[in-house]
């Protein structure tokens, strides 16, 4: 540990060269590099993982949906295993090495299980949860470390800079992102391999970027500042909690009061790591209330994009967006914010970030409310109901298909639109009707994607409407037919959509980024990775929220859009309140604070 500690100092005196004459270090350059690799690399592999489980392992969509919410969650957890690793073992330079390798292994498995000429269904299946569990703990367990490591390269006097990195670095992010959702699917629909799509292809892709990605990180290994391990912190933090409170519940009545019930633990733990917990825990406490934003953002995913598909065109906006706005926000938005005398700390920024996520939900809430109702049917499809207007009963029978088992009373509401399979994007379907006795026989041209009414009427002809029909004309005493394009699904422009993305990217902006940067500033330096798996943990948990509320619920969608803008504002106002009442520290102070204490034995054998 002595000899981690001298080359800890060593490396300090020899700071990485700056770039350019200012103030930010080289090896940030490869640091930001190794990460749009990576999220090329992650995001990239996800554009097609649903479709890989429908279309190449033939799974349902809702097991599809179940194990790919599984993967995105376990990939959120797992940061903690990658931060207690990073700093009570190896240091956060080597355990982002170790696990992009064991990413590199999974991205691999994952490419092989694609390839249909290896195994049967149960091989496939096999290596590709094999390589994603393995994708799972190598892409969790280095999010910690890398932002950390990346804070780490810069002296404790530039401060700015560093806020700065975690801005270019969130750039990185999206930026490797919006190339992989356009690469990635491309490259399994236009290109044929093993007669089919080129799955194997589509994932060997981000297996290439990784190997990269770590390729570059270790190019740069003379430049880093390498912080050393400080031992089992975490089971010397559970420890020094446990003792507080043991010694608090068992103290004798006559004891002297202390300032804080941690300080219980003084007899057996240094002042250093007590207040070094303090630290934490006040920011863990904050926290708490952050998992709602994330229960919306990520819904950009999931919501957002079926009611997209339920518009006239699909487009990706968010990562766009991010893009754009990121300098507009460090150069713009915040200086002159700052020329109003307004003091936007961090955690005002945060909370500012909220409200806009929720108007931003709020937005969406109006874009349901006036979209079309009826989902487009997939390809190949159509939706038809009937409307029986004639005097009796009626029986619909097409040929090939059992969709009206049931007669159709007089005048009945109809249940719904039932999905008509098709042959191809256009078929003409023979169309037999019962009524009265009497046997119709009509042919009506249908069309995939669209929405039909079969209006039958035995005391009208049937005339013109202004919607796209079909018409037949038959005497006007009997039964007539009226096939009418009942409603166009996408009538809806995609452009109403944009005011609900620019809010929720003004608020990731304010929110995520701000967050980031306050989680490494916050923490002393023995737990910076360990407070950033805490950060990423509220991702996980948003999304556990999702899952309760879409699951549990059973609202309309436009009433959930508004409960969780209403609940956002809630957690909104309770953040703030606690945030009023938040002392923002300065682990720096405190390094210089406790200097000499640095040997000091923390419990009794162990160094700290």
Known sequence: MDDNVEKYQSDKKRRSPKMCGS??????????????????SYYGM????????????????????????AFSGLCYFTPIIGAIIADSWLGKFKTIIYLSIVYVIGHVIKSVGAIPDVGDSTVHISLSMLGLILIAFGTGGIKPCVAAFGGDQFEEEHVKERRKFFS????????????????????????????????????????????????????????????????????NVCKCIGCAISNRWRRPKNSPKRDHWLDWAEEKYSKRLIQEIKMVLRVLVL???LPMFWALFDQQGSRWTLQATRMNM???????????????????????????????????????????????????????????????????????????????????????HNIFPDPIKSYDE?????????????????????????????????????????????????????????????????????????????????????????????????FSITGLEFSYSQAPASMKSVLQAGWLLTVAFGNVIVLIVAEGAGMEQ?????????????VSIIFSIMSYFYTYADPDQLNKLFNEEANEDLPKGTKM
Request: charged fraction near 10%.
């Open 314 to 400: 699909d487009f990706m906006l968010n990562a766009l967006l991010i893009l754009v706005f990121i300098p507009i926000f460090d150069m713009g938005v915040y200086p002159l914010i700052g020329l109003c005398r307004i003091k936007l700390t961090p955690l005002r920024k945060m909370a500012a970030g909220m409200i806009l996520a929720a108007l931003a939900f709020c937005a969406a809430t109006v874009v349901e409310v006036n979209k079309t109702v009826v989902e487009t049917p997939p390809a190949k499809q159509c939706l038809l109901q009937v409307l029986n207007l004639a005097n009796g009963d009626v029986s619909v029978h097409i040929p090939g």
């Open 414 to 510: 109809p249940s719904g639109y039932t999905n008509l399979p098709l042959d191809d994007a256009h078929q003409i379907l023979t169309v037999d009707i019962t009524h009265n006795g009497a046997n119709h026989q009509c042919h009506l041209n249908f069309t995939q994607h669209n929405v039909y009414s079969l209006i039958l009427d035995n005391r009208i002809t049937c005339k013109l409407v202004s919607l796209k029909h079909d018409k037949q004309d038959h005497d006007p005493n009997s039964l007539t037919h009226n096939k009418m394009v009942d409603v166009q699904p996408n009538n809806i422009h995609i452009a109403w959509q944009i005011p609900q993305y620019v809010l929720i990217t003004a608020g990731e902006v304010m």
């Open 23 to 40: 103030n930010y270090p080289l090896s940030i350059a490869f640091i930001v590099v190794n990460e749009f690799c990576e999220r090329f």
């Open 287 to 289: 926290y708490i209330p």
């Open 168 to 235: 270019i670095f969130y750039m990185s992010i999206n930026a490797g992102s919006v190339l992989s959702t356009i690469i990635t699917p491309i490259l399994r629909g236009d290109v044929q391999c093993f007669g089919g799509d080129c799955y194997a292809l589509a994932f060997g892709v981000p297996a290439a970027l990784m190997v990269i990605a770590t390729v570059v990180f270790i190019a740069g290994s003379g430049l880093y500042n390498k912080g050393p391990p400080e031992g089992n912190v975490l089971l």
């Open 558 to 570: 436009w009433t959930e859009f508004l409960l969780f803008a209403a609940l956002l504002v809630a």
């Open 46 to 69: 996800k554009a097609v993982l649903t479709l890989y489980f429908i279309h190449y392992l033939h799974w349902n969509k809702n097991l599809s949906t179940a194990v790919y919410h």
